[in-house]
């Protein structure tokens, strides 16, 4: 078990990472903290897929020298995934600090509590 661990360390971290946003998002009552949290889980996923688009020994999907054998390389489609997801993720991390700083210059506060009770207490007022 700890032998499999130390061979697969990357993947062992890039769980360990997912924990820690998923927890941060779950328990988090902050909304720029539930952001973070967010951006370690993507990061812990990007790594996951990473590490297992990867095999020692192989070499980068350029063909060189000749060579054609789909064995030699490693297989791209991982990469590609992950960089599809950084940029998504960076699309969404804008968007999201965007809502946080108009919800902070509406109620000059981010804890979700206290926002809720406020939007709560204007829709009474209507």
């Given at each position: 078990?700890?032998?499999?661990?130390?061979?697969?360390?990357?993947?062992?971290?890039?769980?360990?990472?997912?924990?820690?946003?998923?927890?941060?998002?779950?328990?988090?009552?902050?909304?720029?903290?539930?952001?973070?949290?967010?951006?370690?889980?993507?990061?812990?996923?990007?790594?996951?897929?990473?590490?297992?688009?990867?095999?020692?020994?192989?070499?980068?999907?350029?063909?060189?020298?000749?060579?054609?054998?789909?064995?030699?390389?490693?297989?791209?489609?991982?990469?590609?995934?992950?960089?599809?997801?950084?940029?998504?993720?960076?699309?969404?991390?804008?968007?999201?600090?965007?809502?946080?700083?108009?919800?902070?210059?509406?109620?000059?506060?981010?804890?979700?509590?206290?926002?809720?009770?406020?939007?709560?207490?204007q829709m009474e007022d209507r």
């Open positions: 078990m700890i032998g499999n661990l130390l061979v697969n360390y990357e993947e062992a971290f890039a769980i360990i990472l997912f924990g820690i946003g998923f927890t941060m998002l779950l328990f988090q009552r902050n909304l720029f903290k539930k952001l973070i949290g967010l951006n370690i889980m993507d990061t812990g996923t990007f790594l996951f897929l990473a590490s297992m688009g990867f095999i020692r020994g192989r070499e980068a999907p350029i063909v060189t020298n000749g060579v054609t054998d789909a064995g030699f390389y490693i297989n791209p489609v991982p990469a590609g995934l992950v960089l599809t997801g950084i940029v998504v993720s960076v699309s969404v991390t804008a968007i999201m600090l965007s809502l946080t700083v108009r919800l902070y210059r509406r109620y000059h506060t981010l804890q979700l509590d206290e926002i809720y009770e406020m939007s709560r207490h």
